[in-house]
């Protein structure tokens, strides 16, 4: 398991590598639904400022 | 007839629905690929006999660069027909574009960089392609800046889609840079029709891996295409039923 996490020495570039690429996959995903919900809540919030039923 | 496919896809309610659906296919079949390519590449791939563990990155590497080139290509293309046919949900799909992009050609620039330290003795070198790479970035942080430059929804939308489509023209610079000038950066291994220079189990994990990504970057582009959809169809009345809880 060390030889794994140790990537026969380049631990200190490979790994930070896949911790940025995965980093940035993770907050494209939070970021597209915070996007959307924020919109829901928004048009909801046009909606029921018309006065009608949601 | 065989354009009502095209003409549906011009109808904010349809696409709204039809990305709603689609989504959780490209998300889940992406996790899939990209948690495969993932082992593939970090434990079965060999070493390589030059660059021993250290090639690895390019599992994370290769697909990020490939995304910062596809999302823009698509940011471009759709841009096009929104101008040409001024047709509103393609100004939303480019739109929805630049952030992903933008935050990919991060990736593949900064993964680069920590490959480039060892292989290459720098982190940073103005080489072509790493130049034109962060004028990429350059341009989708230009697109959204266009964008919210503008309060007025229409005119963001054409003056921004003639940026990208102007800017596409770096695309084919990038993927040749490495062929035209003699650079830094190494060739190709993957993308020569006929000819991979990497046995299988190298390349099967990579391309899981640049197949996970694509299929992320759609399920990425609905979700925020909804988003976009919702903020543009302001008054329209399907969207009391689209947003009731």
Known sequence: MSGFLGMGGYAAYVWP??????????LNIVWARRLLARSRTEARRRLAMRGEPT | MAWTWFHRLA???????????????FAWIA????AG???????????????????????????SAWMSLMVYTTMAVSAGVGLIWRMKVAHAVAAS????????????????????????????????RL?????????YLGYMGLRSAFDDLQRADRASAVLAVVGVVNVPIIHYSVIWWNSLHQAPSVMQLGKPTM????????????????????????VRLRAEILNRERTASWIREAVSP
């Open chain 2, 97 to 128: 574009c630049a952030a992903i992009g933008a935050s990919f050609t991060v990736a593949a620039l900064v993964t680069g960089s920590l490959w480039g330290e060892r292989m290459w003795g720098t982190y940073w070198a103005w080489d072509p």
């Open chain 2, 199 to 222: 046995p299988p189990s190298m390349l099967i994990p990579l391309l899981m891996m640049f197949l996970g990504f694509t299929l992320l970057f759609v399920a990425l582009l609905l």
């Open chain 2, 37 to 63: 390519g993932l082992y593939g590449g970090l434990v079965l791939a060999p070493p390589d006999y030059q660059q021993g563990d250290d090639f690895r990155i390019i599992y994370v590497h290769a697909p």
């Open chain 2, 131 to 139: 130049t034109f790479e962060l004028i990429l970035l350059f341009q």
């Open chain 2, 31 to 34: 996790a899939i690929l990209i």
């Open chain 1, 17 to 26: 590598s896949y911790g940025l690429t995965l980093a940035i996959i993770i």
């Open chain 2, 11 to 25: 109808s904010p309610p349809h696409v709204y629905g039809l990305a709603a659906r689609l989504t959780p296919w």
